[in-house]
């Protein structure tokens, strides 16, 4: 016999797939567009830490610190109006630097959507050019898969933060919806041939070169150190990116960006054969983008698992759409 569905708050939902998604920590601005959440966290005071911050930039920024500290998505929940607008520098900045972020956001009623209601924001069309992906949820029972969405889209393929609007009233209704299961992240593997073209492009180089940006774990940090260090070939770091690798490594030659060695530059610019593995090549890295253009034959290719990153900003000799990490465990393993 199956058993009875139980009644539940939208909130408490919301904070039942928090647990589901093993979250222990929740950075906040206490409102009260969102009030069954912060109900029904206290309820589970035990299991879920609650942070609370003077200031919604400051909660999501914590919360962006979390994620990268521990590679997993990092979540926080804001008022509505200007709780949102104070968040979203943060929610820019980790879609600038694939942060994982789930961002839940208070709203006003259902009733008055579209009405210019007090510190009523339209959050679809607000974060759209800002988060990597947005969604309003319009009732209760849909909750369940919308937090489940919410922290499969942050992790998968490159991160970044994604946004939910909560109603208030959907927070506060009833719902017998049962749990939606746990994603796990796609993270995507090169293909055999393109790590044999990879390798085969690095053995031909003179001055081969690793630049390497995006997110890495213990074991791909590992894996790009083996490699690296098996071929002798210089590593520099992306903008932002100075942990990826050790800076006390045999390999390891410094970082592009702002206020890099001019040794460092001169190193990337002497290079024959580039291999980017999970850097975008933004303007911070590339110097407003001159990096590269001063006409010299060299090998590009760029390693990244978004697609419409790669030839974005400079037109590689070899696209490879994977993760960089899975990239460096494949080398690493040849």
Known sequence: MSATPVASSGGACVVRALLDHAVDTVFCVPGESYLPVLDALYDVRDRIRLVSARHESGAAFMASAAARLRGRPGVVFVTRGPGAT?????????????????????????????REAFQEVDYLRYFAPLAKHVEQVMHADELPGAMTRAFHLAASGRPGPVVLALPEDVLGETTTAGAV?????????????????????????????????GNWNDADCGALQAFAAANAIPVMTAFRRQ???????????????????????????????????????????????T?????????????HPAVEVLGRNYVPDLAVLADAGATAQALAAR
């Not at 968040?87 to 709203?107: D, E, K, T, Y």
């Open 181 to 213: 299961a746990p994603l796990a992240p796609v993270v995507s593997a090169p293909a055999a041939d393109d790590v044999e073209r990879v390798c085969a492009l690095l053995g031909a180089a003179e001055r081969p070169l690793l630049v390497v940006g």
């Open 86 to 114: 104070n968040a979203s520098i943060a929610v820019h900045v980790a879609r600038q630097g694939s942060i994982p972020l789930v961002v839940g956001v208070g709203q006003v009623a259902r009733a008055s959507l579209g």
């Open 291 to 303: 990096l590269w253009r001063d006409g010299r034959r060299r090998t590009l290719v760029h390693v």
């Open 243 to 289: 942990d990826v690798f050790d800076n006390a490594h045999s390999c390891a030659a410094g970082f592009l960006g702002y206020s890099q060695h001019a040794a460092a530059a001169g190193l990337a610019e002497q290079a024959d054969c580039v291999v980017v593995l999970g850097a975008r090549l933004d303007d911070p890295t590339t110097g407003g983008y």
